[in-house]
C-alpha cells in the first residue's frame, strides 16, 4: 500500500498542468531542443538567470558576464574590470539593465550593474579564510539571500532587504549546522532555491545529502535528509526546484560522470519536509547539475547529457546538449541553458 501511495504522489507531481497547458502542448505535436547560440566567450558558463524570452544573463570563468537583449542572436560581454581572477558561479537578473553577480571563492565578492553591464559597483567583499559562496536567489527584486559552505561549522548565509545594495551575514548560532566536510556544489546556482514569499531551500552534497529549509526567509532552519546518492565529496545535491509552494524536485548524482550515478533525483509533495527518491524507470538518465519546472515540462542538464520528462510520459527522453544550468525566464515564457565553452541556448521546438 505504501508502495502504491508514493507511486500515486508521483503521478500526482510530476507534474499536473491544467487542461488547457495540456492541448496547447498537444496541438503544436513539437519536440523540445535546444537551440544553441554563440556567446562570443570561451568560459564556464555556470551562472544563470533568464528575464525573458528576448533577455538573459550568464556567469561564469575569468569574471566572465554576459548578456543577451534580442533573443540570442548576439550576446554581448559586459564583464567587470580586473575580475578575471574570479568565478562568477552564480547570477541574479531582474531586467536588461538590472544583475547581481556572486563570486566562489576569495575574494567573496557581490556586484551590481544598473545599466547593463555598463558600469558595476561593488556591494560586498571578504577575504576572510575558508569562504566560499555556492549560490544565491531571490524571492522578490528587494529581498535576497546567498548562502556558502561552512566555517566553524556552520553554513555561511547573507541577506539582502534593499535589492542588494547591502548585504548582512546571519548570526552565527542563527546559521545551519553542517556536518564536517559537507557541502553545496555551486556548479549551478541553484542548490538554493526561494519559493513563494518566505520559504527557501539549501541542498548540501558528501556525507550525506541533506537539506536545509526556512519558510521565515532564513530566520530559523530545520534540516531533513533526502535519497538523493551521497558519501563522497563529488555527489549530493546539486539542483532545487518547485512547482508550487508544495511540490518539488532536486537532482544530482556524481559530477565525476554519468555511469556513476545511481540515484539523482527526488521530490516532495510537503513543501520540503519529506523527500521519496524518483522511481528507477522514470529518472533521468545520469548526473544533472540543473533543473527547471516549466509548464507541464520537467528539463535536467548536466555536463555530459540533458534530459526532459514532459507530463504522463513514462520517462525522461534524452535531450542534445550539454550544459550545466537550465532557468525559466523571470515572465515564464522561455527556458535558457548555459555551459562549458561559452555554451548557451534557448528552448525550441520542432516537428
Known amino acids: 500500500m505504501k508502495r ?23 496541438q503544436k505535436g513539437a519536440v523540445p531542443y535546444w537551440q544553441a547560440q554563440d556567446s562570443g566567450v570561451s568560459a564556464s558558463l555556470r551562472g544563470l538567470s533568464a528575464v525573458s524570452d528576448q533577455v538573459a544573463w550568464a556567469s561564469g570563468s575569468r569574471g566572465t558576464v554576459i548578456r543577451t537583449t534580442d533573443g540570442g542572436a548576439t550576446w554581448k560581454d559586459v564583464s567587470i574590470p580586473e575580475t578575471d581572477t574570479l568565478e562568477f558561479r552564480d547570477i541574479e537578473a531582474f531586467d536588461a539593465n538590472t544583475a547581481i553577480v556572486l563570486s566562489a571563492g576569495l575574494p567573496a565578492v557581490i556586484y551590481k550593474t544598473t545599466d547593463g553591464g555598463q558600469t558595476w559597483d561593488q556591494k560586498y567583499f571578504s577575504m576572510k579564510e575558508g569562504t566560499f559562496y555556492d549560490a544565491m536567489d531571490f524571492w522578490n527584486e528587494q529581498e535576497g539571500i546567498a548562502f556558502g559552505d561552512a566555517i ?165 527522453i534524452p535531450m542534445e546538449g550539454k550544459y550545466y544550468a537550465v532557468d525559466v525566464s523571470r515572465d515564464k515564457e522561455a527556458v535558457w541553458v548555459s555551459g562549458p565553452r561559452g555554451a548557451v541556448g534557448k528552448l525550441g521546438f520542432r516537428d
Open 152 to 316: 566553524d561549522g556552520r553554513l555561511l548565509i547573507l541577506r539582502t532587504s534593499d535589492g542588494g545594495e547591502s548585504w548582512q551575514e546571519l548570526p552565527f548560532e542563527q546559521r545551519p549546522q553542517a556536518l564536517e566536510g559537507q557541502g553545496g556544489f555551486a556548479a549551478s546556482g541553484t542548490c538554493l532555491r526561494t519559493v513563494g514569499e518566505s520559504q527557501v531551500y539549501i541542498g548540501l552534497g558528501g556525507k550525506e545529502a541533506s537539506l536545509f529549509y526556512s519558510f521565515d526567509k532564513g530566520e530559523s532552519w530545520q534540516k531533513t535528509m533526502t535519497p538523493i546518492q551521497s558519501g563522497e565529496s563529488t555527489e549530493g545535491i546539486f539542483s532545487i526546484d518547485f512547482k508550487d509552494e508544495m511540490t518539488g524536485l532536486m537532482v544530482g548524482g556524481d559530477y565525476r560522470g554519468d555511469s556513476l550515478t545511481k540515484i539523482n533525483a527526488a521530490y516532495t509533495t510537503d513543501g520540503g519536509r519529506n523527500w521519496f527518491p524518483v522511481m528507477a524507470g522514470m529518472k533521468p538518465h545520469g548526473y544533472r547539475s540543473g533543473v527547471a519546472i516549466w509548464k507541464n515540462y520537467v528539463f535536467v542538464v548536466g555536463r555530459e547529457s540533458c534530459d526532459y520528462y514532459i507530463d504522463g510520459g513514462k520517462a525522461y
Open 4 to 26: 502504491l501511495s508514493l507511486a500515486l504522489c508521483l503521478f500526482l507531481f510530476l507534474f499536473a498542468c491544467s487542461q488547457e497547458e495540456k492541448q496547447e502542448e498537444t
